[in-house]
């Protein structure tokens, strides 16, 4: 069975097939660093990485691109703020938002561009869409002429008459059409700038991407992708810009993932109700936040809460544990079992309904309850009295393959080194129960409960974990 991805563009689902046998061509657009990115900025990196973990597992060589706004309105508000300059803004906020995404789990992009590093591309872009007729200076600012676009539109599905003013962008009396969108600005004083066939300016926000795609990607890409709020303007102004300049469909799978809502209303900073995720992730492990993305279909909203964090950490919590004790198992385990080949088939068929699920549109919330399921089968086989070797080492390999797919960590949260107190308290207990001192052995085992040590008895001995 094919991959099939749904394609905005044409609102189904369509058979993934790239343009290039085995190669895919990935753009997806990249934050604007003028502060920590919120919950909803995080839900892009983790969607996207996940497709792209899930296409290299599939075989596919994935070349992902993911650009950075580093020159902006916003970052030259903020740097005035602070009293400092926007390269310093950005710097700071680039480096923040790696630390954020790499604990979220998310492997670095093949190229991370940056608007103020692609400079001359921009120009180069503009220029020739002025000179085809696409574009127009006007007293330093250079504008698209979104109605020489015939096709303006087609992605959020609207006829040009229809469609509002882009956001973002004011009209202004040097438009020639309120649709027209910025490509370049003319900077006001003390604002930075670059030297441009225009005057000293610099780039609008829609051009960025195209102009990045194009040197890094070619002129036609597989997917491109981000959050549903860049379907329009941001993604329409895109591909009416670089298929004026090219001729060629600028991209061919267009994906968007839904909104983020907050304790059942819709993330705003006028609300005040968005969460960043540098504080998130100083109350609560990462890997939660992103099995908790995970576990909503990309394409649909998801509600926020501590509350259903909490609860998505528990779940995951009961997944890891069946993993770990299988491992704890297999010292006790035989290859003396006759049923061996039943259990294998099981985790077999489970595999093959996890490439089922995602292969239909990446449904990871269906791949997430594969894990339970698989946890639960797991557990299953702990109850034999006999196991097998060869069925631990299936279902821990199943773990390890699938929790990597979705970008997910097997490793136990904050496992460290018992010190020599705790394990002489656990020596203790074990001799109050070898002694039938029942009360001793329960009262230590509460007050290790208090260490935030949680002790388990297993048939192959004591095992014990961090609460």
């Known amino acids: ?33 003028y502060n920590y990115i919120h919950i909803g900025n995080a839900r892009p990196p983790i969607v996207f990485d996940t497709v792209r973990r899930y296409l290299e597992f599939r075989g596919f060589d994935v070349h992902y691109v993911s650009n950075f ?56 872009f503009i220029q020739t869409l002025i000179d085809k007729g696409f574009a127009y200076e006007s007293e330093g600012d250079v504008y698209y002429h979104t109605r020489k676009f015939d096709e ?33 600005k003319t900077a006001k004083e003390g604002e930075i700038a670059w030297e441009s066939p ?24 597989d997917i491109h992708a981000g959050g549903q709020d860049l379907a329009f303007p941001h993604h329409e102004n895109e591909i009416a810009q670089s298929e004026a300049l090219t001729g060629k469909t600028f991209a061919r799978y267009w994906m968007h993932n839904g909104y983020i809502n907050i304790d059942n209303e819709k993330m705003s900073k006028s609300l005040g109700n968005f969460v960043l995720v540098h504080d998130i992730i100083q109350k609560h492990d990462p890997q939660v936040l992103r099995f908790f993305m995970l576990s909503v279909h990309y394409r649909h ?39 061996n080949q039943e259990w294998l088939d099981k985790i077999t068929a489970l595999h093959e309904q996890f490439i089922q699920d995602m292969d239909d549109d990446f449904n990871t919330a269906n791949a997430v309850s594969i894990l339970f399921e698989l946890s639960k089968l797991a557990n299953y086989y702990l109850m034999e009295k006999n196991t097998a070797v060869e069925v ?21 949260t904050n ?41 388990e008895d297993t048939p192959q001995g004591i095992r014990w974990k961090r609460g």
């Open 392 to 412: 631990i080492d299936a279902f821990t390999k199943k773990f390890e393959t699938l929790f990597d797919v979705l970008g997910l960590s097997l490793e136990e």
């Open 301 to 339: 909203p998801i509600n926020y809460s501590d509350e259903l964090l909490e609860n998505t950490r528990t779940g995951l919590e009961r997944i890891k544990t069946s993993y770990h004790n299988l491992q704890h198992r297999k010292e006790a385990s035989v290859n003396l079992t006759d049923n």
């Open 69 to 124: 706004t580093d020159v902006d309105d916003k970052l030259i508000r903020v740097a005035n703020e602070l009293g400092t300059d926007v390269p310093n803004i950005a710097e700071r906020f680039i480096n923040a938002y790696f630390e954020d995404v790499f604990a979220l789990g998310c492997r670095k992009a093949d190229v991370h561009p940056r608007v103020t590093e692609s400079i001359d591309i921009i120009i180069e």
């Open 152 to 184: 303006y539109g087609k992605l959020s599905h609207q006829s040009i008459d229809e469609l509002r003013v882009g956001a973002r962008i004011a009209v202004g009396e040097k438009k020639q059409d309120s649709l027209d969108f910025v490509l370049w």
């Open 1 to 33: 069975m094919a991959i099939q991805i749904y394609n905005t563009l044409t609102r189904q689902k369509e058979d993934f097939i790239p343009l290039e046998e085995g190669k895919v061509k990935m753009y997806v657009c990249g934050p604007t660093v």
């Open 415 to 455: 496992a460290v080194l018992l010190d020599e107190e705790i394990e002489q308290l656990i020596e203790q207990r074990q001799q109050a129960r070898k002694d039938r001192n029942f009360d001793l052995a329960d009262k230590i085992r509460d007050q290790l409960k208090e260490m935030n040590i949680i002790l």
């Open 198 to 221: 225009w005057g000293q300016g610099r780039p609008g926000w829609h051009i960025e991407c195209s102009a990045m795609a194009k040197k890094y990607l070619g002129d036609t890409i």
